[in-house]
């Protein structure tokens, strides 16, 4: 495995830096919600975090880590659905909330930052 574990209240919070693969996501989403994964992206330095309750405590970990606030960007991922992005990620998370950025709901309305956010998910995913 490519990245670092945390253990937030019982459950990994992992640091993807390099890779994760599909099956360690497809046991993650066993593991918290059956079906799905919380993961938040660091747009600008191209790293995740995966595995959370709540995408505040990925979020939170990518903060200490150096991250900026308006590069984090919270999604679901869907492992049953690799390789169809408009099932496989979805873009709804109460971290995306930001009037101030021109992003007035939970989605990502930037459809630029969602083609980003879809570049840096197939480059650490793997199947």
Same mark, same amino acid.
């Given at each position: 495995?490519?990245?670092?574990?945390?253990?937030?209240?019982?459950?990994? *919070? @992992?640091?993807?830096?390099?890779? &994760?693969? #599909?099956?360690?996501? =497809?046991?993650?989403?066993? $593991? /918290? +919600?059956?079906?799905?994964?919380?993961?938040?992206?660091?747009?600008?330095?191209?790293?995740?975090?995966?595995?959370?309750?709540?995408?505040?405590?990925?979020?939170?970990?990518?903060?200490?880590?150096?991250? *900026? @606030?308006?590069?984090?960007?919270? &999604?679901? #991922?869907?492992?049953? =659905?690799?390789?169809?992005? $408009? /099932? +496989?990620?979805?873009?709804?998370?109460?971290?995306?909330?930001?009037?101030?950025?021109?992003?007035?709901?939970?989605?990502?309305?930037?459809?630029?930052?969602?083609?980003?956010?879809?570049?840096?998910?197939?480059?650490?995913?793997?199947?």
């Amino acid at each position: 495995m490519a990245c670092e574990r945390y253990y937030h209240w019982a459950m990994p *919070l @992992q640091l993807v830096e390099t890779t &994760i693969t #599909l099956a360690e996501l =497809a046991i993650l989403a066993n $593991e /918290r +919600f059956g079906d799905l994964v919380k993961a938040v992206v660091d747009v600008e330095q191209e790293t995740m975090a995966v595995g959370c309750e709540l995408h505040v405590d990925a979020e939170e970990l990518l903060l200490k880590r150096g991250s *900026l @606030q308006k590069d984090l960007w919270g &999604i679901n #991922l869907y492992p049953d =659905a690799y390789g169809d992005d $408009e /099932r +496989f990620v979805e873009f709804d998370s109460m971290i995306n909330l930001r009037p101030g950025q021109g992003n007035r709901s939970r989605g990502v309305e930037d459809p630029g930052t969602r083609k980003k956010i879809i570049e840096i998910i197939r480059k650490k995913i793997t199947n």
